[in-house]
C-alpha cells in the first residue's frame, strides 16, 4: 500500500571538519599575501599608480589590442578557409590545407616571429607584374623591397594570424563535423543552396562548439602578442613597460602595471563570451534544462 | 494526363554495392503509393534518388515531366547547375525518419526558413501561411517551441508542415514513423491521411501496413533492388503472387 505519511526527513547533516579546515587554511594564507604584498616595497605600489596610466603605456596597450584584433581576424577567416578546404572534394586544397596545418601548428610562434622578421633578409624584394619587360627603365609591375612595403606591426600581423590560423582551423573544422549530416540533407531537401544551408543551417549550430575554444584562443593571442619582441616589435605592452623600466631600474611595478592591464583585457573578453556562448546556445539549452 | 513520377531503368550503386538494379514505375497524380520491402531492399534510396539527393547511375526520373537532375538537349544529357537542381528540390517534399528539424530554430522559424531564404518571400507574410500550416497539423499551440521540446510525433509534424510550406507538387516520406514510440505513430498518420485526402501525391516507405491499406492507392514490394510486386494494397497484402512478399507479410502482418 503507497505510503501517505509525507512527513519530511529529519537528520543531522553530516559534519565536514576538513572541508572547513582547509579552507580557513587558504583564507587565512591568502589574506597573509595581500596584507604583506600591499606593505612590501618591492611592489612599489606608488610607481605601479604613476605608470598604470602614464599615456605611453595606454598607447602600448592600444596597440597589444590592435595586434590581438587583427591577428585573429585573419587567423579567423583563414582558419574557415583552411577548415572548408580539408572538407573539399579537390584533393590539392586537402593536401594544401594539411601541410599548411602541419606546418604552423607545428613549429613554435616564438620561432615563426623571428623567421617573419627576417623575411626582408631573405625575400630582398618582390615584385608583381611581368618580369624583365622594361620600358625606358620602368618596371612593368609593382616593385618594392619587403621592409618598404611591411612595417614592423603588420610582419607581427602577419606572424601570429599565420600561427593562429592553423590552430583556428582545427577549432573550425571540429565544429563543422559536429553538424549531423541529416541537418545539411534537409536543409538541402527543401531547395536550400550550399551557401544558405551553411549560412543558415550549419554554422549556426557548429558555432556552439566553435566560440568557447575561440574565446580560449583570443585569450591566449592577447597574451601571445608579447612575443612580438622577436619580430622585433618593441610598441606592444610588453615590450613597452619593459623599456621604461630599463629607465627607472624598477622593473617589477611595471611588470604589475603590464599584467594589470592583461587581465583587465582578459576579464572583458570573458564578460563578452559569455553572453555570445548564451546566444548561439539556442534550442539548445532547452535540450540541457529537459534533461535536469 | 502524363503521370507525376515516372522512373524507368532506375540503377544505382555505392561502390561495388549495387543497390537499385532497375526500378521502373509510375506514379499518377493525387496518387498515394507505399513502398515495403525488407530493410537493404532500396526503398529509401530510391526515394532519394526522386529529388536528386543521391545521383543514379542509369535510367531515368521525372516529375511532373521534367527530368531530375538534368537537362536534356539534343539527346545529350547535361548536369544541371546547383542552383537549379535546388529549385528542383524545393518542389519536391521530404520527411525524414530522424525528423531532421533545425534544433537551433523554434517551430515557426523551422517552417518560415525555407519560404524566407529559398523563395524569398517577405518575413510577415512568411510567418501568417507558417502558422496555417502547424494550425493544419495541430500544433497551433505550438509556434515558438524549440525541437528538444516537442514530442516525437509533434516534431514529426512540423517536419511535414515545413516540407508543405515550399508547396511542393510531390511529397516524399521515409519511414516517417519507424522512430515513434508507438503511441505517438497515430498523429503523424493522420496528419498524412488528410494530406492524402487533399489530393497531395505522396509516395511513403512504410512499415505501417494499415495505413498502406487504408490510405494508398498502391502499394509496391521491393526486395533486393527490384519490384518484386506491384498492385492495390488490398488485393498484395490479402492474395500476394511471389514468394517473397508472402514471406515479408509473413513476417510483419
Not at chain 1, 1 to 29: C, D, G, Q, Y
Not at chain 1, 122 to 129: M, P
Request: aromatic share 10%.
Amino acid at each position: 500500500m503507497p505510503s501517505t505519511n509525507h512527513e519530511p526527513i529529519k537528520a543531522v547533516p553530516l559534519r565536514h571538519p576538513i572541508r572547513w579546515a582547509v579552507a580557513l587554511f587558504l583564507v587565512a594564507i591568502s589574506a597573509a599575501f595581500v596584507v604583506d604584498a600591499s606593505h612590501r616595497g618591492a611592489y612599489d605600489w606608488k610607481a605601479f599608480a604613476q605608470y598604470i596610466f602614464d599615456p605611453r603605456v595606454v598607447k602600448a596597450a592600444g596597440v597589444t589590442l590592435a595586434l590581438t584584433a587583427l591577428s585573429m581576424f585573419f587567423a579567423i577567416i583563414l582558419g574557415v578557409s583552411f577548415a572548408v578546404m580539408r572538407r573539399s572534394p579537390n584533393p590539392v586544397f586537402r593536401a594544401v590545407s594539411w601541410l599548411f596545418i602541419w606546418a604552423f601548428r607545428g613549429t613554435p610562434v616564438y620561432v615563426q616571429l623571428v623567421f617573419w622578421g627576417l623575411l626582408s633578409t631573405i625575400y630582398h624584394s618582390f615584385f608583381i607584374g611581368i618580369p624583365d619587360i622594361h620600358f625606358h627603365n620602368f618596371y612593368l609591375g609593382f616593385h618594392q623591397t619587403i621592409s618598404q612595403q611591411f612595417s614592423l606591426f603588420w610582419i607581427a600581423v602577419i606572424g601570429l594570424s599565420l600561427n593562429e590560423a592553423a590552430y583556428m582551423a582545427e577549432i573550425v573544422r571540429a565544429g563543422l563535423l559536429s553538424v549531423d549530416s541529416g541537418q545539411e540533407e534537409a536543409a538541402t531537401a527543401i531547395g536550400m543552396s550550399w551557401w544558405t544551408t551553411m549560412r543558415y543551417v550549419v554554422i549556426p549550430q557548429a558555432m556552439r562548439i566553435i566560440i568557447p575554444p575561440t574565446g580560449n584562443e583570443i585569450v591566449s593571442m592577447l597574451k601571445t602578442t608579447s612575443l612580438v619582441t622577436a619580430v622585433p616589435l618593441v610598441t606592444d605592452l610588453y615590450a613597452r613597460t619593459r623599456d621604461i623600466s630599463t629607465e627607472t631600474y624598477n622593473p617589477i611595478p611595471l611588470l604589475l602595471v603590464a599584467s594589470a592591464w592583461y587581465l583587465f583585457f582578459t576579464t572583458v573578453l570573458m564578460i563578452i563570451q559569455y553572453f555570445v556562448e548564451k546566444r548561439f546556445a539556442r534550442g539548445h539549452s532547452a535540450l540541457i534544462a529537459m534533461a535536469s | 494526363m502524363t503521370p507525376m513520377v515516372i522512373a524507368e531503368e532506375v540503377h544505382k550503386s555505392f561502390g561495388s554495392n549495387h543497390v537499385l538494379r532497375g526500378i521502373s514505375l509510375e506514379v499518377a497524380h493525387g496518387e498515394v503509393m507505399c513502398l515495403v520491402g525488407p530493410s537493404g531492399s532500396g526503398k529509401s534510396t530510391f526515394l532519394r534518388c526522386i529529388n536528386h539527393l543521391e545521383k543514379i547511375n542509369s535510367g531515368r526520373i521525372t516529375v511532373d515531366g521534367t527530368l531530375i537532375g538534368y537537362r536534356e538537349h539534343a539527346g545529350k544529357l547535361y548536369e544541371l547547375k546547383a542552383r537549379e537542381a535546388a529549385t528542383q528540390r524545393s518542389g519536391i517534399g521530404m520527411v525524414f525518419q530522424k525528423f531532421n528539424l533545425f534544433p537551433h530554430m523554434t517551430a515557426l522559424e523551422n517552417v518560415t526558413v525555407g519560404m524566407v531564404r529559398v523563395q524569398g518571400i517577405n518575413t510577415s507574410d512568411a510567418q501568417v501561411e507558417s502558422k496555417k500550416l502547424l494550425a493544419r497539423v495541430g500544433l497551433a499551440e505550438k509556434l515558438y517551441h524549440y525541437p528538444a521540446h516537442l514530442s516525437g510525433g509533434q516534431q514529426q509534424r512540423v517536419a511535414i508542415a515545413r516540407s508543405l510550406a515550399m508547396k511542393p507538387q510531390l511529397m516524399l516520406f521515409d519511414e516517417p514513423t519507424s522512430a515513434l514510440d508507438p503511441e505517438l505513430v497515430g498523429e503523424v498518420l493522420d496528419v498524412m491521411k488528410e494530406l492524402a485526402a487533399s489530393g497531395m501525391t505522396m509516395i511513403v516507405v512504410t512499415h505501417e501496413m494499415g495505413f498502406a491499406r487504408e490510405v494508398a492507392d498502391s502499394l509496391v514490394f521491393m526486395d533486393g533492388g527490384v519490384v518484386v510486386e506491384a498492385g492495390k494494397p488490398v488485393e498484395i497484402l490479402s492474395n500476394p503472387t511471389q514468394e517473397r512478399t508472402k514471406s515479408f507479410l509473413s513476417k510483419v502482418l
